[in-house]
């Protein structure tokens, strides 16, 4: 298994800077409640929080997709809830990647019927051409195509979550090595 690395450390931080300028701007005189979904999205979250220039609060959330590692079932739950209270909040969910879409519409759906003030979503990746469910992002690091994934919080079997780059899985050898 060969790990090719598709995006650097320093293109995801040009690229968090980005994102969090643009949601800086558009929560300015907001109360931002940040809801990350664990366990892939803990890095991105760290990064994109404080590389804002306005307050928030934060909070998280799990979901389960059962499924394999790399292919979901369509079956999602959600295996820890917000503990802050998000009705008439603003909240920005922030998540690893969008596939099928099936997790996120899941989330949007369940946080919706609690009420908040407004709902976003912020996803690192965005595999547009995947989608089970029409889903769209509010703001997206990058788009890919297919590919499994893995780095900057993202795991195949628990593994290569600390990666700081985010790097493509080739299948097919045993080469171990990130290149
Ligand atoms: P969806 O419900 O949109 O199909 O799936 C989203 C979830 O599947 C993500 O939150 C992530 O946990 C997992 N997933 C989808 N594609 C990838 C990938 O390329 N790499 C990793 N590590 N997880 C993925
Ligand atoms: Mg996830």
Redesign the pocket.
Known sequence: MVREIIYTADEIKARVGELAREISAAYRDKDLLVIG?LK??FIFMADLVRALDIPCQVDFVR?A?YGT??V?SGR?ALTKEAEIPITGRHVLIV??????????S?LVNNLRSCNPASLRVCAF?D?RT?R?VA?EADYVGFSMDD????GYG???DERDRCLPCVCIIKEGTDDCSVQ
């Open positions: 979904v892939g999205a979901l997709s590692s790399s979901s999602v998540e690893d990647i969008i596939d099928t879409g099936l997790s996120l899941f990746i595999k995947r089970k889903f590919g499994f994934v893995v993202l795991d195949y």
